[in-house]
């Protein structure tokens, strides 16, 4: 299974991850970064993409 980890000191909320993973990631009201730490293996292509997506790489995954 797939672990989702946001280096929140990175993330400067591009929100590019929430464009290209909207069942994992997204911006809550106050428009700060939520999202799913263990997503569906179904989601690994898109989550995949969300990381490189982000401009500053604050996504890391992990297997296991």
Do not use: K
Not at 3 to 13: A, G, I, K, S, W
Not at 24 to 51: G, R
Request: with cysteine; charged share 25%.
């Amino acid at each position: 299974m797939m672990r989702v980890r946001v280096d929140m000191t990175l993330c400067q909320t591009h929100a590019q991850c929430v464009f290209a993973a909207p069942e994992v990631f997204a911006l809550d009201d106050d428009d700060e970064l939520v999202y799913e730490a263990t997503p569906s293996d179904a989601l690994q292509p898109a989550v995949e993409e969300a990381a490189r997506a982000c401009p500053v790489q604050a996504i890391l995954l992990d297997d296991g």
